[in-house]
């Protein structure tokens, strides 16, 4: 999904304007814009109370070394097996973060693991699905798909008793009836949303004027965009300047204006942004730049998922991204493989769900992926490796 652009936009504070004219208008505007944006965070809150629980929440989720709080006990590793990962596009990077983890709990626990890249096209996962299915393996991992597009597939598994665990293929973590999965996992898309609005509240002191961008079209996104609004109105000082409903599959085309239209539109009243999904920062560089804005003076923005490796990047470097809610990606990928291991001991699925964390400036790495630190001990120690 990355696609810079170059393309020349309008900004607000060069239209119309000579060269000398617009350098300087927009000089003017950042300052303003500097000064609107230091002074909400320093303005008396209207809501002390809602400010306080915020800041203890983000501060307890962006520390550097959140420790291990997933499952210590388990059966032993089951030998001899073989898992397939259908991967939904190995293009995408949480699809191929989920594979690194897999990659080395398989190795780590003495399974086989094969991927087969769904090429992120419904044929495609339909494709691999089918060809997981003929190699007869001992499990199979849905990667990033929804499985109501694989039913039959799904079925056939369910027949033929192949568990089946999911990464984000539902919206729920655990165990599922319907499709039928032996667990799926995920962080909670409530607690994604949650801890986003709240990192705009804590940084903003609950003065904040906030655009939220989302695509209506998807249940799942509208979902969490809802929830980060609710959270949001929980600050009565909190102002929802426009609520923007942009589809994923359009980002690359409509940021750039849409952010140019805002800048105009809302001027130095558009502080802070949420997203459900980095992409739409990614998209909206340019325009930023473009209006003579900088990192110090454009909109705080914060990504409600994915934390991919161009978010953390742009995040650490300061490039108009302040934070993200990034997903766990590789201790996910063991936990899968712990999941498999339960359900061929015929245990139970561990019902644990992935902690949230906020990466930011100060707590990203160079490795720009994020998990929580003594998992593959934990998991080594469960399988007795």
Known sequence: MASPFRRPLVAGCAFALGAALALTGCERGSDAARASAESTATAPSGCPDVVATATAAVDK?????????????GPKATTGKTIVYVAQSMQNPGVAGVAAGLTDASAAIGWTLKTIDGQGTPSGILSAFNQALTLNPDGIVLGGFDPKTTADQVRQANAAKIPLVGWQALATPGPSDEPKLFSNV????????????????????????????????IPFAEGKSQMIQKELQTC???????????????????????????????????????????????????????????SATAPLNVGAGDGDAAA????????????????????????????????FAGE???GYVPQIHVSTKENTSADNFWDPSGYQEAYKAIWGK
């Open 61 to 73: 989720a962006s520390a550097k070394d959140q420790a291990w709080d997933g499952p210590t006990t």
């Open 312 to 343: 953390l990047t742009r995040i650490r470097n300061g490039d108009f991204q302040a934070a993200t809610v990034p997903s766990p990606l590789r201790s996910e990928g063991w936990q899968i493989v712990d999941e498999l291991n339960r359900a």
């Open 186 to 217: 995920t962080t909670k898309v409530e607690d994604v949303a949650k801890i986003s609005a709240q990192y705009i509240i804590a940084r903003s002191n609950g003065n904040a004027g906030v655009v939220i961008f989302t695509d209506s079209s």
């Open 348 to 350: 139970n699925a561990s």
């Open 236 to 294: 009565s000082s909190i102002n929802v300047l426009k609520y923007a409903n942009i589809p994923l599959a359009d980002v690359a085309n409509r940021m750039p204006t849409e952010t140019s239209a805002l800048l105009s539109s809302q001027g130095d009243k558009w502080t802070h942004s949420v997203a459900i999904n980095d992409v739409y920062f990614e998209n909206a560089t340019a325009a930023f730049r473009q209006s003579g804005r900088t």
